[in-house]
Nanobody, 122 residues
Framework: DVQLVESGGGSVQAGGSLRLSCVTS????????MAWFRQTPGKEREGVAS???????TYADSVKGRFTISRDGAKNIIALQMDSLKPEDTAMYYC?????????????????WGQGTQVTVS
């Protein structure tokens, strides 16, 4: 199994930046597709960005050009650099992992999840 622990959330003014980190542990980390999702009350969890084992990235249209996902294999860390933040980016952000992914933007494809970290943009 893979364990995920997020950090880096907080409150920031519009136009500001935050960097989220997800520390992973467990067997087979390097074989997993990793992703960030976000969720607001009453809405479904939506895909933000993903990165595959070969480095291929996918971004939601709403964050393209503003967010960057990266993985540091040596440190088992997935990062999400968020720039030019907008109030609509306010949400709980979750790190996710799984080995067999059809749609990297679909929460249903991911079995392993962190506990989440809150991002608030005002």
């Amino acid at each position: 199994d893979v364990q995920l622990v997020e950090s880096g959330g907080g409150s920031v003014q519009a136009g500001g930046s935050l960097r989220l980190s997800c520390v992973t542990s467990g067997y087979g980390y390097s074989e997993y597709c990793m992703a960030w999702f976000r969720q607001t009350p009453g809405k479904e969890r939506e895909g933000v960005a993903s990165i595959n084992t070969d480095g291929t990235t996918t971004y939601a249209d709403s964050v393209k050009g503003r967010f960057t996902i990266s993985r540091d294999g040596a440190k088992n860390i997935i990062a999400l650099q968020m720039d030019s933040l907008k109030p609509e980016d306010t949400a709980m952000y979750y790190c996710a992992a799984d080995r067999w992914i059809v749609d990297p933007m679909s929460a249903r494809d991911f079995a392993y999840w962190g506990q989440g970290t809150q991002v608030t943009v005002s």
